[in-house]
DNA sequence: GGAGCGCTGGAAAGCGCTTTCCCGCCACGC
DNA sequence: GCGTGGCGGGAAAGCGCTTTCCAGCGCTCC
């Protein structure tokens, strides 16, 4: 069992050259190495099985071929979209994605930069929603700051007032327009299920249906919070039920939750549209088959995945650079004229 | 920029100790170390913010903290809860993940494996369903072989021939009595949505859907092949509708592929339940709440990966573990008495 | 009282690789 | 003919850590 491993060594040893010209041959180095030493070393490194040791290359070189990515629950759509577009770039530069989950708890988020830093992640793609907590938001930051010291770049997806590379979309932008065709559909009143108070994507999607309402001349919403997760928008819109509001159309934050706003109407005996419309945000792909179709905010979710991916791996400047990625309405039949 | 790292030299230098103590202290090793020295240590390596190099750990100890995870599509829920289950319990034992996808294309998983030597990965969860096809198989079996020789553990979800631990779901005994239930509910005829061919799970699904059938004395159902995927059930749903077949009751071999199937026959006119019962596999949480609600066979499909990682984290004796995972029918909305 | 033992601390030899530095060789220009 | 420079090859010095081995110390036990 456990046969030792083939190193570089006996590679070259076979080969009857020096370590430094079987290195040179086995990672295109600069130098060259005449063609026949160079078709001995990789003869016989194929013949050998030799696979480069990882750990001593990254030592040597002081810089591995390790990404990492942060995310909440990779079993949220949201992340796993973003996933996809990160480890799809990643994988095609020829590097591994290290995945780590916070289960939105923001002091993980801190031990998995520390864990990434120890493994000298050359980049790390933070896709996690910021909270508005100044501590945990201090404590990121230094970690941030530790790990870009040591030569690691450091991507956000959505807000992040972080001095690192970003990729924002448009929440509050999304939000706004959203408000303004829901109000084209005759609305009135609106409630909102806003997801926890002190998230920034939250916020900002809130902030921006509250301004779209007030671009169409309409009262502000009732604002609901809860999680931000399918059981949130469940027990957020059980407890508009029960607030005998008399809103007609219901934005909750994220698809998500707009999923378990829906079921809870649906058990309630409001039918969508005809009693109340829904809309959401994100436009998550496989809830698109979903009846009644959710109205939303189309988010390019795995492209802004690559994006980020691609903000961090290629080294650009000292500048921390922000891509803007716009949220485009989408009306479906959740939504209905009032 | 970059300012160099803190090595475990400087801080032994700080504290005025030698290295082989300061590692010590770090990380608990056998020995044990005079409370002084080791509360100076710790306090300089704090002050410091000191994290070790794990590349450096790695090649030392010749072991690293990585754990692989192979999927074919981090967005497929199926594989995003899976993967939630493994970093799970990875993250309990304190190691790292590496999430790789395939895309379903074989030659990637044994590029990826092979990767994940180079990183001395210790364990590998693989989750991609396995193909018929023979070579393929051969070579994963000798990459699986490779990584094993160097002391790394693997383990497969879902049926595999390979010689490690596996776990393996219910597919037949799942896909079997669904099918009796259906039959219960009258019906007589019924169409397949049979995935690729080439497929394990699918043929498995499949297989036990038609042994049921049998056992109810009903004839074999039409079976209409297609990608593994929310399109492939999509269009052999239009093409079974095509067929006009007189299937009263369609079995999709994954709830993905339902999805899409029943987005067909809704463009189609065709009412669920009414006009066709549909069902799927798998029950994934994030289409629970579809309209009508999908009968389906839950998976514990989180449950799944934490096994997998459990068998592929704890050493275990030299025999392959097979740990099954029973399915169970669930019927919901979408299927009706015929 | 000395041999033997257990215990703590340090020196140093690796782990497998990269890369610098040096050496010998050849072609070239004066 | 000799200095120069370029080029391909090898020796060896690390990269940051772990771990073996040894030294020294204070005991206990004949």
Redesign the pocket.
Same mark, same amino acid.
């Given at each position: 069992m456990s046969a030792? @491993?083939v %190193? =570089?060594?006996e590679v070259a040893k076979q080969a009857g #050259? !020096? =370590? $430094? %010209?079987a !290195?040179?041959v *086995? +990672?295109g !180095?600069t130098? @060259? #190495? !005449?063609e026949? *030493?160079s078709d001995r070393v990789l003869r016989t490194a194929e013949q050998l099985g030799y696979v480069? +040791?990882a750990s $001593? @290359?990254a =030592? $040597?070189? +002081?810089s591995s071929s390790l990404v990492g990515l942060v995310v909440h629950d990779i079993t949220d759509p949201y992340f796993s979209c973003i996933a996809a577009g990160v480890t799809r770039v990643a994988e095609e530069a020829g590097l591994s994605v290290v995945l780590g989950t916070t289960g939105r708890r923001p002091e993980r988020e801190v031990e998995l930069l520390s864990t990434l830093r120890a493994h000298r992640a050359r980049a790390v793609v933070l896709a996690g929603s910021r909270t508005t907590d100044r501590s945990a938001q201090s404590r990121l930051a230094a970690e941030i700051d530790a790990f870009t010291e040591l030569g690691g770049r450091v991507a956000c997806v959505s807000q992040a007032k972080l001095g690192t590379d970003t990729v924002v979309p448009g929440n509050r932008a999304g939000g706004r327009a959203l408000a303004r065709s829901l109000a084209e559909l005759g609305h009135k009143k609106f409630a909102v299920l806003g997801g926890p108070s002190d998230l920034v994507v939250a916020r900002d999607r809130l902030a921006g249906f509250k301004a779209g309402l007030a671009d169409a001349g309409i009262a502000p919403p009732v604002v609901i919070n809860g999680a931000f997760t399918r059981d949130g928008g469940y027990e957020a819109a059980l407890e508009l039920l029960a607030s005998k509001s008399r809103a007609t159309c219901v934005f909750a934050v994220t698809d998500v939750m707009a999923m378990g706003a829906m079921a809870a109407l649906r058990e309630r005996g409001v039918r969508v549209p005809e009693d109340m419309s829904i809309a959401g945000f994100d436009d998550i792909p496989t809830l698109r088959d979903t009846v009644p179709a959710l109205s939303t905010v189309r988010l390019p979710l795995e492209e802004m995945g690559e994006i980020a991916a691609g903000l961090v791996l290629d080294a650009g400047g000292d500048e921390p650079r922000t891509v803007r990625v716009a949220g485009e309405v989408v009306l479906r039949a959740s939504t209905a004229h009032n």
């Open positions: 030792r @491993q %190193t =570089l060594a #050259v !020096s =370590l $430094a %010209t !290195s040179r *086995l +990672n !180095s130098r @060259q #190495v !005449s026949e *030493l480069p +040791n $001593a @290359q =030592l $040597a070189r +002081n």
